[in-house]
């Protein structure tokens, strides 16, 4: 008689399947838990990272997009660049933040999203660190409000820093892994 299980002696030649294996009841097949491989896990890693990004710039650019004159006040408090520049990049700021998080949740573009994440995060890193050199007392206005504090408020900068080379390290990842499930850059490279 033939073993008709998948797995079973008529398998051919590849043997019995890792993944199926026996219960101790005469009969009864059971599936065994299989391991994720290297790929399977840095694939997971980076959609992980490329669904926190999208979220990260889509908050923002939306808690700031109803209120741009916070936004500019947010970015005119940094005291690095002229009044004009500083209001032509708060009040575009919040629509560029929504496009970049469009592209990461789309997975669309995703290099290039990752790559203009990366400088965007270290123009943050740069800016906090110079506010806080500086002895500026602001808060950093990433998701919304900004400006100079209220002299009972004090500043977190260590965690705006921290916070943002989190997700500049997710975009390293990015950066090196940009196909992810998913995303639109996978299913067009899937079509070549």
């Known amino acids: ?10 398998a051919g030649d590849r043997g019995p399947r890792p993944d199926i294996g026996h219960d101790e009841r005469p009969g009864v ?12 896990a840095t694939g997971i890693v980076a959609l992980a990272c490329r669904l926190l990004l999208a979220g990260v710039w889509l908050y923002a650019g939306v ?7 916070a936004s500019i006040r947010a970015v005119k ?4 660049l002229p009044s004009a520049v500083a209001e032509l990049v ?15 949740l789309a997975g669309m573009a995703t290099r290039l999203a990752a790559a203009v994440s990366a400088l965007l995060l270290v123009a943050f890193v740069v800016g906090i660190v110079s506010a806080w050199a500086r002895g500026l ?8 409000g900004g400006g100079e ?8 900068y260590w965690l705006e820093l921290s916070r943002d080379l989190v997700f500049l390290a997710a975009t390293a990842v990015l950066l090196r892994w ?15």
Not at 77 to 80: E, M, P, V
Not at 90 to 104: D, K, N, S, T
Not at 137 to 144: A, E, M, P
């Open 77 to 80: 408090a940094y005291q690095l």
């Open 137 to 144: 007392r602001i808060d950093c206005g990433c998701f919304g």
């Open 29 to 40: 097949l059971v599936r065994r838990r299989r391991r994720l491989s290297a790929n399977e």
């Open 1 to 10: 008689m033939v073993d008709a299980r998948p797995g079973g002696a008529d």
């Open 90 to 104: 708060g009040a575009a700021l919040p629509l560029f933040e929504i496009m970049l998080g469009l592209l990461l």
């Open 63 to 69: 808690s700031k997009v109803g209120d741009l004159g």
């Open 149 to 156: 504090l209220a002299a009972d408020e004090s500043p977190d």
């Open 178 to 192: 940009p196909r992810t499930r998913w995303s639109v850059d996978r299913w067009l490279s899937a079509r070549t």
